[in-house]
């Protein structure tokens, strides 16, 4: 029931929960790497076990069904995440604590750190509350060479920074009352009756306010390669869907939209678009960051009634083969008509990336089912492989594509669906989604690597008890490795690698603490006694072949 609001708000949940244990087991690990410490076991279980209960196929599959007393599978699903979201951040609040007691100084000199969870060094923006001494002042941040840090302070009480951080571990600022260095350039905005440009120095991104606020030009510059299709029928970013109790399709570029700005410095410039799709009012808040390919949208439908989205008015016969909520065209989606030629399609799923073979996405009986599923994201390669389009989204869902039909994101479908129950519109629809335009195909674009980044964001702190130092313990290079997982065992730590974007040869990881020895492990925990994936240690060096969509898991001896 792709569309719908209640897998819609369950694929979000478990999408949370998913990435913050993934986080507090990552942060746990270098908390131990660095003050010894150890989450309890106990409450990480718990936290996983809810976790799967919501991954379960009733959870997804029957929603509205009853589970425990008046509980349906969706309530025990909020439940459960709430559950492990709670226990991740309480591991990592934890951790960051620990490197608080290391310390202790009872100085006065506050400590901004932000952590980094992935295995390779980032650039990217943060943003952290200040301590009270700072809030409304002027400051300025240092790093450990006492270089000023261009930032820029949110109505006196968050800080906003362009962090550099090394793999899978972290880099320490330091907070001083001082003028920023960051210089007042052009604004990244322009605002006229008819249209506005977002800009940086990546993008000029023009909306159409007379069309919804739709998308007239996406240039990227360093490339002048127009994103844009300038003779179709559909519009770049509209939302279209088929209302069927009026008969008809309507798009939020019937009606004119307007624009807000919401934020505007050096670093980050916001737009805030109100629109009406089919007399149901939107907005829609796009940014574009400094040094970030990525452009974000925060898109919420505020429906002020229940309305009818998808192909026709399903009756309650639910046996029926041909069925209304099977073919994505008609439901309520955010499209992107690019200028490719004769375009490729791919897309990851579960420690997997696969090409397209489909012509298209669409169907509308269940023995004429194809594969229309989008987990973290898809990307989309003109037919020289030469310029790509990425687009990422905040839950699993169903998206549409084909010959005369673009790219597109399904955001809403309401009427009866399986089993004869209607999925019926209850609440503001509320969706996360970003675009990414790049050369080349996915993997030479680290496009498996972004959607990391996007799913395990930079964290910030700040505290007077940190240490004034940047630290690496697990550094992939160049490896194309993704780290997975890194957990703390009784006797070491573990760490799961997946080849998401490199090739089968022998790659060179650094392990930047000190360990006995490394042994490769199944996932049942068991050492690995043939085809092993170490070629060689060479002190901290480790040498490994992991085929392309391989797993491996090793143990790091103490």
């Avoid at 929960?17 to 131990?32: D, P, Q």
């Avoid at 003050?35 to 409450?43: A, F, I, L």
């Avoid at 065209?329 to 420690?351: C, G, H, I, Q, T």
């Avoid at 609440?427 to 690597?449: G, R």
Wanted: aromatic share 12%.
């Amino acid at each position: 029931m792709w569309g719908s609001q209640v897998l819609q708000k369950i694929a979000q949940q478990v999408r949370n929960a998913e990435n913050k244990i993934i986080v507090a087991e990552k942060m746990g690990s270098l908390a131990y790497l660095t003050n010894n410490y150890h989450y309890r076991q106990d409450s990480i279980d718990e936290a996983w076990r809810t976790l799967m209960l919501s991954q379960h196929h009733d959870s997804w599959i029957v929603p509205y069904n009853r589970l425990q007393k008046n509980l349906t599978w969706a309530d025990k699903i909020d439940q459960w995440t709430k559950k492990t979201a709670k226990i991740s951040d309480n591991v990592v609040k934890e951790a960051v604590e620990s490197f608080e007691e290391s310390k202790k100084s009872g100085n006065d000199v506050f400590f901004v750190r932000v952590f980094n969870t992935l295995g390779f060094e980032r650039n990217e923006i943060v943003s952290v509350s200040l301590p009270e001494k700072f809030k409304n002042k002027k400051i300025i941040l240092l790093d450990t060479a006492n270089n000023i840090i261009p930032s820029s302070v949110e109505k006196g009480q968050k800080i906003s920074f362009l962090a550099q951080v090394p793999s899978f571990g972290y880099a320490t600022y330091k907070i001083r009352l001082g003028e920023p260095k960051i210089k007042e350039e052009r604004r990244g905005f322009v605002s006229g009756e008819n249209e506005c440009i977002l800009e940086n120095e990546g993008y000029k991104i023009v909306f159409d306010l007379k069309k919804g606020g739709t998308i007239k030009s996406l240039l990227v510059k360093k490339s002048n390669k127009e994103y844009v299709k300038k003779d179709s029928q559909f519009l770049f970013g509209e939302l279209r869907g088929y209302f069927y109790e009026e008969n008809q399709f309507h798009s939020s570029k019937e009606n004119p939209a307007e624009v807000t700005l919401i934020k505007d410095n050096p670093l980050e410039t916001s737009i805030l678009i109100r629109g009406k799709i089919a007399s149901q009012p939107f907005t829609q808040i796009v940014t574009i960051s400094k040094g970030q390919e990525r452009i974000d949208f925060d898109l919420v439908i505020n429906w002020e009634r229940n309305v009818g989205i998808g192909e026709y008015k399903q009756s309650n016969n639910w046996q029926e083969k041909r069925r209304a909520f099977y073919d994505t065209r008609y439901m309520l989606s955010v499209l992107f008509p690019v200028d490719f030629s004769s375009p490729k399609l791919y897309k990851n799923a579960p420690f997997d990336v696969c090409k397209s073979k489909l012509d298209n996405t669409f169907f509308n009986s269940w023995d004429s089912i194809k594969h229309n599923v989008i987990l973290n994201w898809i990307d989309l390669a003109d037919k020289n492989e030469k310029n790509s389009l990425a687009l990422f989204t905040d839950h699993t869902t169903s998206y549409s594509y084909g010959a005369d039909f673009p790219l597109a994101l399904t955001l809403q479908y309401s009427g009866i669906g399986l089993w004869g129950r209607d999925y019926n519109i209850t609440e503001p629809t509320h969706v996360k989604y970003a675009l990414l335009p790049h050369k080349n195909l996915w993997d030479k674009a680290s496009i498996s690597e972004k959607s990391s980044s996007w799913n395990e964001p930079l964290i910030g702190f700040c505290s007077p008890n940190f240490d004034f130092e940047n630290k690496s313990f697990i550094d992939l290079q160049k490896s194309g490795y993704e780290l997975s997982s890194v957990q703390i065992l009784n006797n070491g730590i573990l760490i799961r690698l997946f080849n998401s974007e490199g090739d089968s040869s022998v790659q060179k990881i650094k392990l930047c603490f000190p360990f006995k020895n490394v042994e490769e492990i199944e996932l049942n925990g068991k050492k690995k006694e043939m085809n092993s994936s170490i070629q060689a240690i060479l002190g901290n060096e480790v040498q490994l072949s992991i085929p392309r969509f391989g797993i491996r898991s090793f143990l790091l001896k103490n």
